[in-house]
C-alpha cells in the first residue's frame, strides 16, 4: 500500500509523518521539525482512523437533509441576517484544526465579501496573547527563531510549558541535546512541577502569574549588573518610557522564590548569551499573558539576544495550524498577509487584491465577545468549524446557552454527536485528518503538506468545500476554486502585499510551486531562517520596542485551578479518545492537590473533590503542585463524562489586550464529596 507523506493534526510541532492507507503510521525521517520522532498521540493515530461516530451526511433539526438544502439554507440564512440586521450580525468560529485554505476561504468570506471581521477561532484560547506581544514588540506577528536554535542554545528556559507532555517531539530534541553536551543547562518556570521538570537543572516553582514580577526583576538585574548591550539598544530598539523604572518598581519576591534562587536564576541567564525562553500556555492564558510575553521579550532585546543561533524568545504553539490561521488573517484582528486591520491602506490593497464588494471596517468580535454577542441576541446566523466550544470555551455552559440563543446556527465537523452539535440547527460533515489535502505551520513558520491517503467517508466534503459552496450560493464571485492547490497559490501570491507594506509574511516564492509535491518549507523562504538578524524589526522606525510593565495584582483565592492538557489525549477527545492505548494513560477526569490542602479539606487519594458549583473529580495528592492550587485536565466533556468538566466552572478573565481568556486563572472552591 502507498505510504503518503503527511503532518500530524496535533500539537504546533508539526511532525512529519509517514501514513499508510491501512493505518501504519510511522514518523518521517526527513521531516525537519521531528526527523522521525513521534510522540505516543502521533503514534497512535493508526487507531483513531475508523469511521465510528462520524457525521456522514448533512442534517437539518437533527434530521438527514441532502447537501442541496442544506447548503441553500445556511446561505440564505446568512444572507436574510445580513440584509435585514447588517453584516455584523453574523459570525464565524474556526479553529487551529481548520487547515491553512479552508481557513483562508473563511476569512475571505466574512471580511471581504460579508464585509465583517466577527471571525474568531480557538486559537484566541491557545495563543493571541502571544500574537499581541509580538506586534507590540516587533511592528508583526512575527516568531524569531526556529527549532535548531533549541540544539544551539546553551540555556534553555521554559515558561509556563509542560513540553514533556504537550510537545512532546521538542522536548525530546531538548533531552537529546542535553544528553550530547551535559553543558546545556535548562531552567523550567511553572507554579507546577510537571514531566517537563525532570529534565530541569533548575525548577522555579514561582505563584501564579507572577512571571512579570520575575522577568522584570530579570531587566532590572540586566541593567543593574551592565548586562544589557548599550550599542544594539541605541541602534535598535525604542526603549519605551519607563520600562526600566517599571521593572525595577515590581517585586520579584512576589513570585515566591527566595533571594538566592532568584539571583541564581538572574546570574544564570545574565551570564549566558545564548539563551533560548520558549514559552506556551502558562504565559498566554493569563489576564497578563501579553504583559508576560513582553516581559521575556524585553530581556531578550535588552542583550540583543535575539535573531542570532541560539538565542530568542520562541512561543510553542499549542494547534496544529494555529501560525497558518494566524498568517491568513484567522482572528478578529487580523487581517490576510498579516496586515493590520486597523490600517485603511492595508484594507483598501487587500479588497483591490480580492476585488471584492465590502470589507470590514474594524476589528470584529474576539472569541469571549464574540459568545456574549450571541448571548444578548446582536448575533442573528453563527457558523462554527471544526471546534466544541460548548465544552472547551471559559464558562461552557453559558456559551452552550448562548449558541442556543442565535436564531441559526450551524456545525461543521467530523463527528455526529458533539457537546456543540447538540446546540445547533444545520449539522455539516466535514472531512478529517488523512482525507482531506491542504497545509499547515507549525511553530518555526514551517509550512508543511497534509495529504490525504483516506477516502471521504459518506457524503463528508473538505471544509474549503464546504465554505466555498455556501459562499457561491449567497452571489459572491471569487470562490470558484478546483481544490486546495488554487487557493493556495491565491494565497501565497497575496502575501505579496505583506512585503509591500514593510511586513514580513512573503509566500510569494511558492505561489507557482508544485503543490502536490510541496516539500516543507520554512519562511522566509529562500533566506537565513531567523528573523532579526539584522536587528532590523517591523515598526515603521525599524527597531523593536522595549514596553513598560505593572506587575498585576496578585489574587489568593481559595483555590486557583490551573488546566492544562494530559500527555496522551488530545482537545476534547474526539479523536484521541478512538484509542485505547492513549485512553489508558489516565482514564477519567482528576484534580491534582498538595498533601497540606487534601489534609485540610480531609480528601484522601482517589477521593472525590468538588470544584467551583459542583463538578467532581478524582483526587490526586501531590506535591507538584502548590498549596493552595489545583491542577486539573481539560479534556473531557459532556459526551465523554458526566462531571470533572473544568470549563463548566466559570468567573474567569481575559487578557484586555489580547482577549484571551485566564483559563489558568480560575478562582473556585473546593469541598469533600
Ligand atoms: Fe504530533 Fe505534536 Fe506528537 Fe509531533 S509532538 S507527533 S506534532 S502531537
Excluded at 447548503?71 to 441576517?81: C, E, H, K, M, P
Excluded at 531578550?300 to 488573517?329: D, K
Aim: charge should be neutral; glycine fraction near 8%.
Amino acid at each position: 500500500m502507498k505510504q503518503v507523506r503527511t503532518t500530524c493534526p496535533y500539537c504546533g510541532v508539526g511532525c512529519g509523518i509517514l501514513a499508510s492507507p491501512d493505518g501504519r503510521i510511522e514518523g518521517d525521517p526527513d521531516h525537519p521539525a521531528n526527523f522521525g520522532r513521534l510522540c505516543s498521540k502521533g503514534s497512535a493515530l493508526g487507531e483513531t482512523l475508523d469511521i465510528q461516530g462520524r457525521l456522514l451526511a448533512p442534517q437539518i433539526g437533527g434530521r438527514r437533509a441532502d447537501w442541496t438544502a442544506a447548503l441553500d439554507l445556511v446561505a440564505d440564512r446568512f444572507t436574510a441576517a445580513i440584509s435585514q440586521h447588517g453584516p455584523d450580525s453574523v459570525a464565524i468560529y474556526g479553529s487551529g484544526q481548520l487547515l491553512t485554505e479552508d481557513y483562508y476561504v473563511a476569512n475571505k468570506l466574512m471580511k471581504g465579501y460579508i464585509g465583517s471581521a466577527n471571525i474568531d477561532t480557538n486559537s484566541r484560547l491557545c495563543m493571541a496573547s502571544t500574537v499581541a506581544g509580538h506586534k507590540r514588540a516587533f511592528g508583526t506577528d512575527t516568531v524569531p527563531g526556529t527549532y535548531e536554535d533549541l540544539d544551539e542554545a546553551d540555556l534553555i528556559v521554559l515558561v509556563g510549558s509542560n513540553l514533556a507532555w504537550c510537545h512532546p517531539v521538542l522536548y525530546q530534541r531538548i533531552a537529546a541535546a542535553k544528553a550530547a553536551r551535559p553543558a546545556l543547562r535548562v531552567v523550567n518556570i511553572d507554579p507546577r512541577m510537571t514531566a517537563t521538570s525532570a529534565l530541569a537543572d533548575l525548577h522555579l516553582q514561582i505563584k501564579a502569574d507572577s512571571d512579570v514580577a520575575l522577568f522584570n526583576g530579570l531587566l532590572a538585574h540586566l541593567v543593574d549588573t551592565q548586562a544589557i548591550d548599550l550599542d544594539y539598544l541605541n541602534n535598535h530598539v525604542v526603549v519605551c518610557r519607563d520600562a526600566v523604572a517599571a521593572a525595577r518598581q515590581s517585586d520579584p519576591r512576589d513570585t515566591g522564590l527566595t533571594p538566592q534562587t532568584l539571583q541564581q536564576f538572574y546570574q544564570l541567564w545574565a551570564g549566558t548569551p545564548r539563551v533560548v525562553t520558549v514559552y506556551s500556555q502558562g504565559v498566554n492564558q493569563s489576564t497578563s499573558g501579553t504583559d508576560k510575553v513582553n516581559a521575556i521579550i524585553n530581556c531578550h532585546l535588552a542583550t540583543g539576544r535575539i535573531g542570532q543561533p541560539g538565542m530568542g524568545p520562541f512561543s510553542v504553539t499549542g494547534q496544529p495550524n494555529a501560525m497558518g490561521g494566524r498568517e491568513v488573517g484567522g482572528l478578529a484582528n487580523m487581517l490576510a498577509a498579516h496586515l493590520d486591520i486597523e490600517d485603511a491602506d492595508h484594507r483598501a490593497a487587500l479588497q483591490a487584491a480580492w476585488q471584492s464588494p465590502a470589507m470590514c471596517t474594524k476589528p470584529g468580535l474576539k472569541a469571549v465577545d464574540l459568545f456574549k454577542a450571541c448571548a444578548d441576541g446582536r448575533i442573528k446566523a453563527l457558523w462554527i468549524m471544526s471546534t466544541n466550544p460548548a465544552v472547551s470555551m471559559p464558562d461552557a455552559p453559558a456559551v452552550a446557552d448562548a449558541i442556543r440563543n442565535v436564531p441559526f446556527t450551524v456545525l461543521s465537523d467530523m463527528m455526529a454527536r458533539t457537546d456543540t452539535g447538540d446546540c445547533v440547527d444545520v449539522l455539516l460533515p466535514a472531512a478529517g485528518w488523512g482525507e482531506k489535502s491542504g497545509t499547515v505551520t507549525n511553530s518555526e513558520r514551517r509550512v508543511s503538506r497534509q495529504r490525504a491517503f483516506l477516502p471521504i467517508p459518506g457524503e463528508a466534503r473538505p471544509d474549503w468545500q464546504i465554505i466555498c459552496d455556501v459562499a457561491g450560493r449567497m452571489g459572491f464571485d471569487g470562490f470558484d476554486f478546483a481544490g486546495p492547490a488554487d487557493i493556495f497559490r491565491e494565497y501565497a501570491a497575496l502575501t505579496r502585499l505583506s512585503r509591500q507594506f514593510g511586513k514580513d509574511l512573503d509566500l510569494t516564492p511558492l505561489a507557482n510551486a508544485d503543490y502536490d509535491a510541496l516539500p516543507p518549507t520554512q519562511w522566509p523562504v529562500g533566506q537565513s531562517p531567523r528573523f532579526f538578524a539584522d536587528g532590523r524589526f517591523f515598526h515603521a522606525d525599524g527597531k523593536a520596542r522595549m514596553i513598560a510593565l505593572k506587575t498585576p495584582a496578585l489574587t489568593t483565592p481559595t483555590f486557583r485551578l490551573n488546566t492544562g492538557r494530559i500527555r496522551d489525549q488530545w482537545h476534547t477527545m474526539t479523536r484521541t479518545g478512538k484509542s485505547a492505548t492513549l485512553g489508558a494513560h489516565l482514564a477519567e477526569p482528576y484534580a491534582e492537590i498538595h498533601p497540606s490542602d487534601a489534609t485540610v479539606l480531609g480528601v484522601a487519594p482517589a477521593d472525590l473533590l468538588a470544584l467551583g458549583d459542583g463538578q467532581i473529580f478524582r483526587v490526586l495528592i501531590s506535591d507538584r503542585v502548590a498549596p493552595g492550587t489545583l491542577f486539573a485536565p481539560m479534556h473531557w466533556t459532556r459526551q465523554t463524562a458526566t462531571s470533572g468538566l473544568v470549563n463548566s466552572i466559570p468567573a474567569i478573565g481575559v487578557d484586555p489586550v489580547s482577549g484571551q481568556p485566564a483559563l489558568k486563572g480560575a478562582q473556585v472552591t473546593a469541598t469533600r464529596f
